[in-house]
């Protein structure tokens, strides 16, 4: 047994294999084949066991995530029976002799690439589909079955790094954990991992040739062991297993309300980067989404994701919350969250550079098909919008203005919308101070604690080697805090937290005694924080 230490992201044992992480696509060989009749059956029984793979998939998200969200797998499905597809395969297979992962490979090139051409929203849309059912079955033909990423067993995932980018498109099912060599405690990949409720270890010395080796992620402790020894595992085995009788004895939260023993009642949210993390919200029994991360969105895709795609990602959030608040955040795009196809030009300090709300106000067309994906949501359910990186009064206005001028077109094209509330991000130093001017403009404030300790302390929040310096719990943050509730309460906003402080349990009392309204946390503590809740009195 070999152990290793690492930062700790998330306080939970996970037990399992590794898998090492390369970045980058594979890279599909060319190959001569003599026996054109045994590669065109190799390809056949692949293409069968991929649409076998899918309708499971589809069962599956049937009941987990409803049938709009399900209903990619079905499509996928009938992409691989399509006859241009299928024929275009055979063909290559036998008139260039070649081995079934190039020609599945060369196809899904070649009709990803027309489809992208095409004019028609829709079919644009399609090119990611020929990408993924073409990698699909290329991971079939070379092995690597299941999850194009991890594969079909649940592995504990060791990487140099990963990017949120390449974290969100991880089948979180078959996550046990994650090691990193590189990353910090506060960047968007080690939220993810408290979202997804796994342990994830930083700063570990990682090696290739743990790739398929036995290991167990203490996330108490901080340590990877290796090939751990019979007495280690079972030490951990019982750990783990009391965190799951916790777990158990925590369902009995569910159903109750989210009040103090004297009667102070808080909203208790969750925080979700995608259409996929709503199960567990409603498994935690959250009383609403706090924080949809929808940038997450943007990075999942091979381009734009267009108008539709959006609109069917909120209406299914909205519609599986059922009447219950979904805040989604506007894109809120740059520093370490990035996708190629915004051709973002490399900073100096992409933290303090071109993002969010920043792109979007000069990127018109990109916003506006946003918001009128979200408006035209808002219809299926109760859908809030705010704003992130606020840091003054004009650019709220002038969100405001774009907003009133997506409504009315809307109205004219007979396209129903329902009641939005708009509130922003809190989370410059300039919106604290300037709270009393912005809070008459919006209808809630959320505090975005992750980049306000952040801005407030002049740490960034990406550099591991500034992670002990980087002190949520500074005076000057929990001041900001409580002048923010003040300014907020005194216009008549409400005021929230779904920054990552939010769930930091030794404040929580804090926060009710600061007035706090809402609190909107990783799904995974929804059920102690309303135990907490509900053991105190604030007086
Ligand atoms: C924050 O900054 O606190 C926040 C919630 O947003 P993000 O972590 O996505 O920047
Ligand atoms: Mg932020």
């Known amino acids: 047994m070999d152990t290793y230490t690492g930062k700790s992201i998330f306080k939970k044992i996970a037990i399992g294999k590794i898998l090492f992480y390369q970045k980058g696509e594979q890279t599909i060989k060319r190959t001569h084949i003599e026996e054109v009749d045994a590669e065109l059956k190799r390809y056949e029984k692949a293409r069968a066991a991929a649409i076998e793979q899918l309708d499971a998939l589809h069962e599956k998200a049937l009941k987990e995530v409803g049938e709009a969200n399900a209903a990619v797998f079905e499509v996928h499905a009938m992409m691989l029976e399509d006859d241009d597809y299928v024929d275009s395969i055979v063909n290559i297979i036998e008139s260039q002799h070649v ?4 020609a599945v490979a060369t196809t899904g090139d070649n009709f990803s690439k027309m489809f992208a051409n095409m004019e028609d929203d829709y079919f644009k849309a399609r090119a990611a589909d020929v990408k993924d059912i073409s990698e699909r079955l290329i991971n079939i033909l070379s092995g690597k079955e299941g999850d194009q990423v991890i594969g079909d067993q649940p592995v504990i995932v060791v990487a140099d790094d990963l990017a949120p980018s390449e974290t969100v498109q991880m089948d979180k099912k078959k996550l046990l954990g994650f090691v990193t060599k590189y990353g910090s405690a506060n960047s968007h990949t080690a939220i993810l991992a408290r979202t997804m ?6 700063g570990v010395d990682i090696q290739e040739e743990w790739n398929g080796k036995l290991a167990v992620v203490d996330g108490y402790e901080g340590i990877l062991y290796l090939e751990p020894d019979g007495e280690t595992l079972a030490r951990l085995q019982k750990r783990q297993q009391e965190d799951l009788e916790t777990e158990k004895l925590l369902q009995q939260m569910k159903g109750k309300e989210d009040v103090t023993l004297d009667g ?10 995608g259409v996929k993390d709503v199960a567990d919200v409603l498994a935690n029994d959250a009383a609403g989404i706090g924080l949809f991360r929808s940038e997450f969105l943007y990075l999942e895709a091979n381009d734009y994701p267009d108008e539709e795609t959006q609109f069917r990602a909120y209406k299914t959030v909205a519609e599986n919350m ?17 996708a190629d196809y915004f051709k973002l030009d490399k900073e100096e300090n992409p933290a303090m550079g071109y993002r969010a709300i920043r792109i979007c106000l000069e990127r018109t067309d990109i916003f506006k098909t946003q918001l009128r994906a979200l408006l035209r949501a808002s219809a299926f359910g109760n859908i809030a919008i705010m704003y992130p990186m606020i840091i003054s009064v004009d ?23 329902g009641d ?7 989370e410059t130093p300039a919106a604290v101070l300037i709270s009393d001017m912005l809070a008459p403009e919006v209808d809630f404030f959320s505090i975005g604690t992750n980049d306000l300790t952040q801005y407030t302390l002049a740490i960034d929040r990406q550099n591991m080697k500034l992670d002990h310096f980087y002190d949520s719990h500074h005076p000057a943050v929990l001041r900001m805090i409580q002048m923010i509730v003040e300014n907020g309460h005194k216009h008549g906003c409400w005021v929230g937290i779904c920054g990552e402080l939010g769930a930091d349990m030794t404040l929580t009392k804090t926060f009710l005694e600061m007035g706090i309204d809402e609190l909107s946390v990783s799904p995974a503590f ?3 924080i309303r135990k907490m809740i509900r053991e105190l009195s604030i007086g």
């Not at 081995?99 to 190039?102: D, G, Q, S, T, V």
């Not at 650019?395 to 919308?417: N, W």
């Not at 939005?420 to 809190?426: N, R, T």
């Open 99 to 102: 081995n079934a992962e190039f």
């Open 197 to 202: 409720n796994i342990p994830a270890l930083i």
């Open 264 to 273: 102070r009642h808080i909203r208790l949210y969750a925080n979700i980067g």
């Open 322 to 338: 059922a009447g219950r608040k979904v805040i989604v955040r506007t894109l809120d795009i740059g520093a370490d969250k990035q």
């Open 395 to 417: 650019e709220v206005r002038k969100i405001k203005r774009i907003f009133e001028e997506v409504k009315q077109e809307l109205k004219e094209q007979a396209i129903p919308f």
């Open 420 to 426: 939005v509330e708009q509130g922003i991000m809190i």
């Open 526 to 528: 929804v059920l102690p």
